[in-house]
């Protein structure tokens, strides 16, 4: 191949490659969903971290990768990524997510919908049959600033 063929393809392969990184990441957007338009000046993201009982972290992974990422998506809740620590102690009780939301009013509608829903109230009891699951909750509303890039 040619030098400048190989530099030409380049920005390309670039863009191909980010573009599959951050679908990967993201779950399961498709990336005529990456190349939409950016979010609008209401847009807030909610990053929300879970600290679980000692030993439940498995639970609430199943439970999010089984039923509440679906749910979330019933209900208008976006999911951006979710991630696990990579070090002791908070790898073994930690769940870190993001969510978009088109804004805080949004927010708040799209979670009363969702904590009303009866099949996430079933899943939740059955979850936590035998004991709770979840400590404690931390949420942060958070607006993306002028210098960042929009992570559509």
């Given amino acids: 191949m040619k030098r400048r063929t190989l530099l030409q393809a380049l920005p390309a392969a670039a863009l191909l490659s980010s573009l599959k990184l951050s679908t990967a990441t993201a779950g399961a957007a498709s990336l005529n969903e990456k190349s939409a338009e950016p979010p609008s000046p ?19 992974l199943a439970r999010f990768r089984d039923h509440t990422d679906k749910l979330f998506a019933r209900h208008g809740l976006k999911s951006v990524a979710y991630w696990v620590p990579s070090d002791e102690p908070a790898k073994s009780n930690m769940l870190i997510y993001i969510l978009e939301h088109p804004s805080r009013e949004a927010a708040k509608t799209n979670w009363k919908s969702f904590g009303d829903d009866p099949e996430w109230n079933a899943v939740r009891e059955k979850s936590e ?21 929009p992570l559509r």
């Fill in 42 to 60: 209401t847009t807030v993201y909610e990053l929300r971290i879970y600290y679980t009982v000692a030993g439940k972290l498995p639970d609430l």
């Fill in 129 to 149: 049959a035998a004991g709770k699951i979840v400590e404690k909750v931390d949420s942060t509303y958070m607006s993306l600033t002028d210098f960042s890039k």
